[in-house]
Nanobody, 124 residues
Framework: QVQLVESGGGSVQAGGSLRLSCAASEDTYSMGWFRQVPGKEREGVAAIDHDGTIRYADSAKGRFTISKDNAKNILYLQMNALKPEDTAIYYC?????????????????????WGQGTQVTVSA
């Protein structure tokens, strides 16, 4: 059982930045960031596999950067130029499989392990 603990959420004004962190209890092949607004389906934001392949949702491209410290098993999401529509609970997820091989890196239902989530609120 992989344990994931997110941190770094908070409240910022539009145009501001936040960096999310996710500490994993062990290394896994695929890791990603997902977000969810109450009443809506969870959506992929950015994900990375062990080979370094990265996928971004269109909404994240050019503003968000995902990275991973493999030595420390920590996943990051640097979020810049935040918009009110980025407001959501952000979740870290991990899976032992090579999800990118089947184009599943941003498919939330393919991930086995989840963190508890961290709230990000962006005000106009």
């Amino acid at each position: 059982q992989v344990q994931l603990v997110e941190s770094g959420g908070g409240s910022v004004q539009a145009g501001g930045s936040l960096r999310l962190s996710c500490a994993a209890s062990e290394d896994t092949y695929s890791m990603g960031w997902f977000r969810q607004v109450p009443g809506k389906e969870r959506e992929g934001v950015a994900a990375i596999d062990h080979d370094g392949t990265i996928r971004y949702a269109d909404s994240a491209k050019g503003r968000f950067t995902i990275s991973k410290d493999n030595a420390k098993n920590i996943l990051y999401l640097q979020m810049n130029a935040l918009k009110p529509e980025d407001t959501a609970i952000y979740y870290c997820a991990a899976d032992p499989n090579a999800l990118e091989a089947r184009g599943w890196l941003l498919r939330h239902w393919k991930y086995a392990y989840w963190g508890q989530g961290t709230q990000v609120t962006v005000s106009a």
